[in-house]
């Protein structure tokens, strides 16, 4: 069984729940759509339709909501891969007629099917460069494409490509301040040259966060995802949470506590002593046992600061000054 990503975590743990969900969705589906649809109703319903093998780049999450006297499916597949999927209109598909056959597994009689909705939500740089629509995989030419009409297969998944929106629009969104900022996190934590500025510039989306009823395990779900995917100073972002109040660092600790026990931060740390040590001694020459046991045993803010002052210092005693 493939192992849950740091994507796949943050997504499910802020889109799991209606609340959250319900904004994202009402910035995507239609208007017209979304004008009749009881928001107030979304159900977040159980399983999972992904193939197997793509379960390392797909993650989903299916709804339900009243729809005037219907029920509609509002399906959501996350998409992260690096390389993106030339064939996600025909995998889109595929997982909705899955979900036609659990309905109709659970509804035994029906007669009618209920409209699934799918949405692709991806976060990937550089933005979505394959095709939405079914009928563009279909080899024939464009013209008899047209000309079978209705005799060939038809979909077209709504897409919310968080590469192509930028952070305004993102911020003027109607979304919970958990969605909110988890679509920032998604969007930006991995290429932000410096993610503890955005952070302190989304102070006011963190503030909301740390006040909302499930905020603080919110946080914890933000803090275990910017560890994982972002180069950040551990002191910086404690100092940022310490400025939310004593509960926010409660949840700081928690989770660099956590870490600690699975080993990650130790392995960042690491990975930067060992890069250290090899630049230095390109630069320097042998290094004493010394000089490399009190590399081992710094801090990730020492080690960043000594790495900066390699290119400028003119003995290896000028790195340490």
Not at 8 to 26: Q, Y
Not at 122 to 135: F, I, K, M, N, V
Not at 145 to 172: I, K
């Amino acid at each position: 069984m493939s192992k849950e990503t740091p994507h796949d975590a943050l997504f499910k743990r802020v889109f799991s729940s209606p609340e959250n969900a319900a904004g994202e969705l009402r910035a995507v589906v239609p208007e017209a759509l979304s004008q009749q649809i009881d928001w107030s109703s979304l159900r977040l319903e159980p399983g999972s339709f992904v193939d197997e093998e793509l379960t390392d780049s797909h993650t989903d999450l299916l709804f339900s909501a009243r729809c005037g006297e219907s029920k509609t499916l509002l399906y959501v597949l996350f998409e992260h891969q690096s390389t993106g999927d030339e064939l996600m209109a025909f995998r889109v598909l595929r997982y909705v007629v899955r979900v036609w056959d659990a309905f109709l597994r659970d509804n035994a009689g029906a007669r009618r099917l209920p409209a699934v909705v799918p949405v692709v939500l991806q976060h990937e740089p550089g933005g979505w460069r394959h095709a939405t629509d079914l009928s563009t995989l279909i080899d024939l030419p464009a013209e008899l494409v047209t000309a079978l009409g209705d005799h060939l297969p038809r979909l077209r998944f709504l897409l919310d490509d968080l590469a192509a929106v930028d952070e305004g629009q993102l911020r003027g969104r109607s979304l919970s301040a958990v969605a909110a900022l988890g679509l920032l996190l998604l969007s930006r934590a991995r290429t932000s040259p410096d993610l503890l500025a955005d952070l302190a510039r989304w102070n006011d989306l963190l503030v909301r966060v740390v006040t909302a009823p499930t905020g603080l395990e919110a946080l914890k779900a933000f803090l275990m995802y910017i560890y994982a995917v972002a180069d950040v100073r551990p002191a910086g972002l404690r100092k940022l949470v310490h400025e939310l109040g004593p509960a926010a660092e409660e949840a700081f600790m928690t989770t660099a506590q956590q870490l600690k026990i699975e080993g990650k931060i130790e392995g960042k740390i690491e990975g930067k002593a060992e890069m250290l040590l090899k630049q230095l001694r390109l630069r320097f020459g042998a290094l004493t046992e010394s000089t490399a046991a009190r590399i081992h045993a710094a801090s990730a803010e020492d080690l960043d600061r000594w790495a900066e002052r390699i290119l400028t210092a003119g003995t290896l005693d000028d790195v340490f000054a």
